[in-house]
């Protein structure tokens, strides 16, 4: 069965940080390309970074290029979004999720429950 454990998210003010931690159970993590995507109030789904180990990229969306970062442990299938310099308009529920490996970060295979994060100004 395919499981994912989010946590990190929560309340900050503008200008603060939040790390987020995925850990992931069910597949075989190095199978995926791995990344987090997230959705706000109304709005639809939005990828916000993805390791894209098919080509050996790092892919982050323009709205937080430079802001947030992406790391994973494959030892302990865990990833992690590092979210520095957080903004209102980042209020969303953040969720990982495994991509089908080759597609770019395009085909989404599985997704968790996801994590609320509210940034406040």
Same mark, same amino acid.
Request: with cysteine.
């Given at each position: /069965?395919? /499981?994912?454990? /989010? ?7 503008? $200008? ?6 995925? *850990? *992931?159970?069910? @597949? ?7 990344? &987090? @995507?997230?959705?706000? +109030? ?12 098919? %080509? $050996? ?6 709205? %937080?290029?430079?802001? @947030? ?5 494959? *030892?302990?299938?865990? %990833? ?7 903004? +209102? ?7 990982? *999720?495994?991509?089908?490996? $080759? ?7 599985? &997704?968790?429950?996801?994590? /609320? ?5």
């Amino acid at each position: /069965e395919v /499981e994912f454990v /989010e946590s990190g998210g929560g309340l900050v003010q503008a $200008g603060g940080s939040l790390r987020l931690s995925c *850990a *992931a159970s069910g @597949f075989t993590f190095d199978d995926y390309e791995i990344g &987090w @995507f997230r959705q706000a +109030p109304g709005k639809g789904r939005e990828r916000v970074s993805c390791i894209d180990s098919s %080509v $050996g990229r790092i892919v982050y969306a323009d709205s %937080v290029q430079g802001r @947030f970062t992406i790391s994973s442990d494959n *030892a302990k299938n865990t %990833v992690y979004l590092q979210m520095n310099s957080l903004k +209102p308009e980042d209020t969303a529920v953040y969720y990982c *999720a495994a991509f089908l490996y $080759g597609s770019s970060c395009t085909n989404y295979a599985y &997704w968790g429950q996801g994590t /609320e994060v509210t940034v406040s100004s």
